[in-house]
Structure formats: structure tokens, C-alpha cells
């Protein structure tokens, strides 16, 4: 049974950096066509992506967000960490990360994290 | 990268077939097969309903099918159900420099 949750605070102040953790179960991120994205949703706004890393560590970014995120993993915990410098109130939303093979559909979804910036 | 382009609303009748349709570009839409929808009611995560453009995962009723032609892709729910009201939105692999994009979302009400 896959499974995935994220986990990080629930306010950060502007200008912070964010760090979010997904942790997860049922499929390991060294085997090959593995990967793991995050996306946010502002409320009430669309779906966004934001970042992959995958079963061989290499990595992708939204380009318009790039210069702000960091995406790594630690396959023996099970985790993948998104960082976010240089927070915003734009940037509050609902974190969600999410498995997909071979950086295909999003098959498994995590129940998805608010983060609010405001000081 | 820009959204693909989703409209707004979409409303029908219980038993009624409904079309959401999702345009993009040669360079995702119309460049791969790689077309998902997914569904999100309020408060919850999205739920994966079709992938791959016209494949429906395990779980999922026959009543949702999808298709493409050209740059735009459809999503189509047909004998509309109470409990298909939520929001729905498309995503594909683009050929860009970033891998996914997703559309802009339709919100599905169940008059």
C-alpha cells in the first residue's frame, strides 16, 4: 500500500525559508522510474508544480521558481525535503507531494500540508 | 511554462454527459500521450482518473473516459452523478525545461 505525508510548519514569517518533508511507504525511491513531486495549491487557485527528484537523483524545477528550491532525498529514511527560500504571502498554499513512474501521471498523492505566510 | 487552458465551469443534469476539454501546445498536449486528469473535492487531495489520455486506473467508474485530438484534451463524464461535483484538472509532460504542467482547473456542478 503506497502512502505519503507531508509534514513541516504550519506558519512561516516572510523573507524564512520553508522545509518540507514528505515521508513515505509501500515503494522505494531507488528503484529504477521512481520519483517524487511536490506541488502547491494556493487556496482557492489551481493545481502548480514545482519540483521532481528521482530514483536516480536528478532533479527538475519550475522555471519560475527554480532560483527559490531545493529538492532532495533521503531513500534509507524514506523522505524527500522541498526547500523554499525568501517566503512570501503569495506563497501560502497547500503543499501536496506525489509519486508518479517514470515522471509520468501522479499516481499517489500525500493528504497535502497549508503553510500561511504572514508575520 | 503556461497553464493549459481549461474553462472555467461546467454544469449538468444527473444522468447527463458532460465534456471538459484541456488545450495546450505541440510541446505537451499535442507532443505526447501523456495526458491525466484528476479530481479534487473540497478539502481533500486530487485523486488520480485518467492517465496516459484514455486510461482509467483500478477503482475508477467506466463513466469517465478521455480523449484527444490535436493540442486539446477531453475529459468526459457521462450519466453525471451527485457525487461527480468537485473540481477538475488536466496535466501533461511538456517538452520544456520543466516536466509537468497542469491546466487551470473546471469546477463540475451537479445541477
Known amino acids: 500500500q503506497v502512502t505519503l505525508r507531508e509534514s513541516g510548519p504550519a506558519l512561516v514569517k516572510p523573507t524564512q525559508t520553508l522545509t518540507l518533508t514528505c515521508t513515505f511507504s509501500?515503494?522505494?525511491?531507488?528503484?529504477?522510474?521512481?520519483?517524487v513531486s511536490w506541488i502547491r495549491q494556493p487556496p482557492g487557485k489551481a493545481l502548480e508544480w514545482l519540483a521532481l527528484?528521482?530514483?536516480?537523483?536528478?532533479?527538475y524545477y519550475s522555471t519560475s521558481l527554480k532560483t527559490r528550491l531545493t529538492i532532495s532525498k533521503d531513500t534509507s529514511k524514506n523522505q524527500v525535503v522541498l526547500t523554499m527560500t525568501n517566503m512570501d504571502p503569495v506563497d501560502t498554499a497547500t503543499y501536496y507531494c506525489?509519486?508518479?513512474?517514470?515522471?509520468?501521471?501522479?499516481?499517489?498523492w500525500g493528504q497535502g500540508t497549508l503553510v500561511t505566510v504572514s508575520s | 511554462q503556461s497553464a493549459l487552458t481549461q474553462p472555467a465551469s461546467v454544469s449538468g443534469s444527473p444522468g447527463q454527459s458532460i465534456t471538459i476539454s484541456c488545450t495546450g501546445t505541440?510541446?505537451?498536449?499535442?507532443?505526447?500521450?501523456?495526458v491525466s486528469w484528476y479530481q479534487q473535492h473540497p478539502g481533500k487531495a486530487p485523486k488520480l482518473m485518467i492517465y496516459?489520455?484514455?486510461n482509467r486506473p483500478s477503482g475508477v467508474p467506466d463513466r469517465f473516459s478521455g480523449s484527444k485530438s490535436g493540442n486539446t484534451a477531453s475529459l468526459t463524464i457521462s450519466g453525471l452523478q451527485a457525487e461527480d461535483e468537485a473540481d477538475y484538472y488536466c496535466?501533461?509532460?511538456?517538452?520544456?525545461?520543466?516536466?509537468?504542467?497542469f491546466g487551470t482547473g473546471t469546477k463540475v456542478t451537479v445541477l
Open positions: 496535466s501533461s509532460y511538456t517538452s520544456s525545461s520543466t516536466p509537468y504542467v
Open positions: 527528484i528521482d530514483w536516480d537523483d536528478d532533479k
Open positions: 509501500g515503494f522505494s525511491l531507488s528503484t529504477s522510474g521512481m520519483c
Open positions: 496516459e489520455v484514455s
Open positions: 505541440s510541446s505537451d498536449v499535442g507532443g505526447y500521450n501523456y
Open positions: 506525489a509519486r508518479s513512474i517514470a515522471a509520468r501521471e501522479f499516481d499517489y
